[in-house]
């Protein structure tokens, strides 16, 4: 990139504006997919499995399709007239391909498993119905648990696999094992985080509509990533990919679950096309937290190899995740990423990693935000533990082994080569903000007094933005590439457009100061279209913290270049040899001369009525018109950091934990938005909070799920959650466009473990060390009285 | 989540719901607030075929106090009990109650009657009804009315003595006395949500600082909320001090037969209603050296 990057460059990026968006969602105007209705609309309802694991020996659907309403009741046999089989075989060692069909065939692998799936005229009616369908079952023995799942003679989540092992993969440097068995001292730790589900306020939906005359399909879809979408859509219903339109309206938050093409969406698509009507569904809250996708539940034990100052001489790394029992994403996808990036900040040459993914009868997982949510945990966590079985300031045991700022850029022992990062400035920063040097007399003085004070410390590298090259290394078919479009019209309005897609973000505000930086431009002036394939360029939608850096970048950069022939038709038009001296500010052309910068009377609407209405005056050869499309391939990887600090009371009576100070010492580069990655932050804190804390999707040992209400499922609301400084400590990246860096998904991760570490200082005296989640009042009191 | 079809009735006397009702007696429901009925039908897990609408009888509406009786209608939503002057004057704990229950909009549609007649145990209303022996009136079809006490019409989980042709329309609270200590503390996760477990208290002392009555109440430790009428006799002319305080918290903790659940194991209970008693027994007697 050939630019300074400099934050003070630049004009439009980094302002706090206010929200595009708002005026809509704000007034009660926006329009989500319940906001558009189709005459001569059906209604689908799905038939779900009320049993953890069992093989389907009879369905009747007679009385059902008797019932008031029933258009059509459909089953397996019928979708495989219609559907393809999903086949996930990425050439990935150590990964067992799976097939899914569009409704399981012969078993149910969970509660909430789909069965069948109702077509009436209203949805009362289609749950009416649903009732009334007759399945036989009969029940297998559920496999509930990760380590169950991986026993000899575990029942069999889907006998094509002969295991229930899906995923496996390893990794070791050369000195490793040695040193491990050289070492004086091995500080064994291990971190668990409960199952969770992404928990969207919008649940999932879509209209499929079938146009039998043109034979075209339009799906009005909250998602994430509408060109993918598209093109697994048309494949699974053997269609061409001409033949399919995704619109998508307003979105009620996404955080992952809306990137896949799950089995619901296909077959409403399918009978849409099978029974020539549009055909609407929308999951219901029960739906989406029993069936939709879940995340999370990793298990995690480090052996780290320390000298006696503390010092890491090696680290190997145990994980396992479990997968439920559906992948719509490769198994190892999620896993794998802890895995490489573990060692973040800290200099450990030495280095292994054993990553298990198993299959179980729960719910399938999906990515949810920061899906290597557990890494930060996982590493400042076995620096904490270090710690304690050395005696040592945790503080001290950081600086000892964390590389120095000037180090970067720095090759992991995986690697990853991690580039304009600060974590030493992070921590730092925050020691200082937060008073440590004086924290641990005010720790001592309280317990004193009964007060259990403690302090955690979490830092963070955060992978963002994965490119192309990332993605090729990793085996995983897919590119890290994002596509724009900008385009100047005749009256001098500005459109731009790129595949990503909002799901609450906030990018049409975001992306339209990328594209005042890039052209020159008032933001206002800027209309973002996003969310539909026949407008928006191919693009790999919104997933990994892209939005800013693949999507508002692309956008920058295909802004840039209509500036450049902007200004190539302003030279021509003022009659200069060259556009060297020449700008656009505020959508006016300008002329650096004489030291000072002079406006003319050339406006970008003057040039591109030109462009289009008076090509013969265009410099000679080039093209009418003032529109540019533009793809850009971000570097394989894009790290962002942070490091965050919290501050807990625990009541060791009650068990209650009180967070008394929540900070964070953030560097995600330059931004094009300043309060929308200000909300990304606090949000990504939140979910963490939320995560360690509060959410556990809990399946009994049968395999049924305890918590399918929100009444059942503790998310944290606002009541529960601190006030959250943030500090910047921001240096641009060298090679991105503006020297933006992802940043959504580090919160998460810095919280889960800030929060951990917390607690565990806190009850220090007690000997407790928080090595699951979720962090409850119960939780912590079942700790406590075996302490005592 | 949708619910199995139903017929609405509209009724606007109390007579005409009294009719529907014996009409159709187990196949009716009453709806009020339908904070709690609509979502159990919205699961299926009630399917009545008439649902009998109850917010167009005034009469079961408002709140008044006569002879230091506080006169609470069915039909009145929590947020009008929470912002009630009345109540807050002659019976607080109420007002205090109010907040604790959901959250704004809940508040407003939900109504006093509806909680109390739907009986969860871990709701605020049935819990306050039973510390101060609220008297729940009940109508019939005859014209009759029957009143009885809240330890009476609280059966168990979600079961009163309510009849499928009753209607309940009035409750009354006995109004606390002049400085009447009193406190109520509900343990949840989070703001809003349905206690785990809970501990309410009146406290008045006499003359020379000795404890005249004592009423102290469980929540989430049985079937139903629970008076401890053992320690609030044995209470009776003690003095309110940190060592009687220390006493009762330890004695009723052990009271009460919890399940295990994944909010909180039986010992966790324990530990949550001597942490409570504490500090509703330190709030009330703080409340009873006011004057």
């Not at chain 1, 892209?546 to 003022?574: C, D, H, N, Q, S």
């Not at chain 2, 939503?77 to 007002?95: A, F, K, N």
């Not at chain 2, 501990?199 to 009555?213: E, M």
């Not at chain 2, 399940?259 to 504490?278: K, S």
Request: proline share 5%; charged share 25%; hydrophobic share 40%.
């Amino acid at each position: 990139m050939n630019q300074t990057n400099d934050k003070t460059a630049f004009l439009n990026a980094g302002k706090t504006l206010l929200r595009k968006e708002d005026r809509r969602l704000l007034t009660g105007h926006g329009r989500f997919t319940d906001d558009i209705h189709v005459v001569g609309e059906l209604h689908a309802c799905f038939v779900r499995s009320t049993y953890p694991h069992a093989k389907i020996s009879a369905l009747n659907t007679a009385e059902a399709s008797a019932a008031p309403g029933v258009i059509t009741i459909v089953t397996a046999e019928d979708l495989s007239e219609w559907t393809t089989t999903l086949r996930l075989a990425p050439p990935i060692e150590g990964l067992l391909p799976i097939e899914m069909t569009a409704l399981p065939k012969d078993k149910v692998r969970f509660y909430g498993d789909l069965i069948a799936c109702v077509i009436a005229t209203d949805r009362y009616l289609a749950e009416d119905a649903a009732e009334l369908v007759i399945v036989e079952y009969e029940p297998l023995e559920a496999v509930t648990g990760m380590f169950a799942a991986m026993e000899e003679d575990a029942p069999l989540v889907d006998e094509e696999l002969g295991s229930n092992m899906i995923s496996h993969q390893s990794f070791e440097t050369k000195s490793i094992q040695k040193i491990m068995k050289a070492a004086d001292r091995i500080v064994e730790s291990t971190f668990a985080t409960a199952r969770q589900t992404h928990l969207p306020i919008e649940t999932r939906g879509c209209i499929a509509e079938w146009d039998e005359g043109s034979q075209h399909l339009t799906m009005h879809i909250g998602n994430q990533a509408p060109h993918p979408f598209r093109s697994v859509l048309a494949g699974r219903l053997k269609l061409r990919e001409s033949q399919v339109t995704i619109v998508v309206p307003d979105v009620g938050g996404g955080f992952g679950q809306k990137i896949a093409l799950y089995r619901e969406e296909l077959i409403v698509a399918a009978l849409a096309r099978h029974l020539k009507r549009p055909v609407r569904w929308r999951e219901d809250r029960m739906e989406n937290m029993l069936a939709s996708s879940h995340a999370r539940e990793d298990f995690a034990r480090t052996r780290a190899a320390v000298d006696s100052n503390g010092r890491i001489i090696g680290l190997m790394l145990e994980l396992i995740e479990d997968f439920g029992a559906y992948c719509f994403y490769p198994a190892n996808y999620l896993a794998r990423v802890v895995a490489m990036i573990l060692t973040g900040p800290y200099d450990i040459g030495e280095y292994a990693y054993d990553v298990k993914v198993v299959l179980t009868n729960k719910c399938g997982n999906g990515p949810m935000r920061a899906p290597m949510a557990i890494t930060s945990w996982i590493m400042d966590g076995t620096i904490d533990n270090i710690a304690r079985e050395l005696e040592l300031d945790p503080v001290q045991v950081r600086r000892l082994n964390m590389l120095a700022d000037s180090a970067y850029p720095h090759t992991m022992a995986t690697g990853e080569t991690m580039e304009d990062i600060n974590p030493g400035t992070a921590l730092e920063k925050g020691l200082e903000s937060i008073d440590y040097k004086n924290f641990r007399k005010r720790q001592l003085d309280d317990r004193t007094r009964g007060v259990y004070r403690g302090i955690g410390i979490c830092s963070v590298v955060e992978s963002t933005t994965y490119g192309s090259k990332f993605y090729k290394a990793a085996g995983i078919p897919g590119s890290g590439h994002e596509c724009a479009w900008v385009k100047v019209d005749p009256s001098g309005e500005v459109r731009a457009s790129a595949g990503v897609m909002s799901t609450g973000q906030g990018y049409e505000t975001a992306f339209s100061q990328a594209v005042a930086e890039g052209l020159g431009v008032d933001p206002k002036d800027v209309a973002i279209k996003l969310g539909n394939t026949d407008v928006a360029p191919y693009g790999m939608g919104s997933r990994g913290a892209r939005g800013a850096t693949a999507g508002g970048g692309t956008v920058y950069l295909a802004a840039a270049a209509v500036r450049e022939k902007a200004l190539a038709i302003a030279a021509k038009l003022l009659g200069l040899n060259s556009a060297d001296h020449l700008s656009i500010q505020e959508g006016r052309v300008c002329w650096f001369f004489d030291g000072k910068i002079q406006e003319t009377e050339l406006t970008l609407s003057d040039i591109a009525r030109t462009a289009y209405l008076d090509p013969t005056s265009l410099p000679d050869g080039m093209e009418p018109g003032l529109e540019v499309t533009k793809a850009y391939d971000p570097p394989p990887m894009t790290y962002s950091n942070s490091c965050h600090f919290c501050e807990v009371v625990v009541e060791v009576n009650s068990g209650i934990v009180k967070i008394e100070r929540y900070l964070v010492v953030e560097n995600c580069g330059n931004v094009l938005s300043t309060q929308i990655v200000e909300g990304q932050q606090l949000g990504a804190i939140s979910m963490g909070l939320s995560g360690s804390m509060f959410e556990h999707m809990i399946y009994d040992e049968s395999g049924y799920n305890q918590t399918g209400l929100l009444s059942e499922y503790m998310m944290a609301t606002a009541s529960e959650l601190p006030e959250i400084e943030i500090i910047s400590v921001a240096t641009p990246n060298r090679r991105t466009p503006i020297g933006l860096k992802g940043m959504a998904e580090g919160g998460v991760m810095g919280s889960i473990g800030a929060v951990s570490n917390a607690v565990s200082d806190a009850l220090a005296p007690f000997s407790v060390v928080i090595d699951s989640h979720p962090i409850s009042p119960l939780s912590l009191r079942q700790k406590l009285r075996k302490s005592h | 989540m949708k619910p199995s079809p139903f017929t609405y009735h509209d009724p606007h006397s109390l007579d005409e719901a009294l009719a529907l009702l014996n009409q159709y007696g187990e196949e009716a429901r009453i709806i009020a607030g339908g904070q709690s009925l609509v979502a159990m039908m919205n699961l299926r897990l009630a399917q009545p075929d008439h649902l009998i609408d109850i917010n167009n009888i005034p009469v079961l509406n408002g709140i008044e106090c006569q002879d230091r009786l506080l006169q609470i209608g069915a039909l009145t939503s929590h947020q009008d009990i929470l912002q009630s002057e009345l109540v807050r004057q002659s019976c607080p704990i109420l007002t205090n109650a109010a907040a604790h229950i959901g959250h704004y909009a809940i508040r407003q549609r939900g109504t006093i009657g509806g909680s109390l007649s739907h009986a969860d145990p871990a709701a605020e209303w049935p819990m306050i009804a039973i510390l101060l022996d609220g008297e729940m009136e009940i109508a019939q079809l005859s014209g009759e009315k029957r009143t009885l006490g809240a330890r009476d019409f609280i059966q168990s989980i979600y079961t009163t003595d309510l009849a499928p042709e009753e209607i309940l329309t009035k409750i009354s609270f006995p109004c606390l006395e002049e400085n009447e200590g009193w406190a109520f503390k509900p343990f949840a996760r989070r703001r809003g949500d349905y206690f785990i477990v809970a501990v309410a208290a009146c406290l008045t002392l006499d003359q020379s600082g000795r404890i005249k009555r004592l009423r102290l109440c469980l929540g989430g430790m049985e079937a139903t909320a629970i008076r401890l009428d053992e320690i609030e006799q044995g209470s009776i002319a003690h003095l309110p001090d940190e060592n009687w305080i220390r006493e009762v918290a330890k004695a009723a903790c052990n009271e009460g037969n919890p399940v295990d659940d994944h909010n909180a194991d039986v010992e966790y209970r324990r530990e949550l209603v001597e942490i409570l008693v504490t500090d509703a027994l330190q709030d009330a007697f703080k409340g009873t050296q006011r004057g």
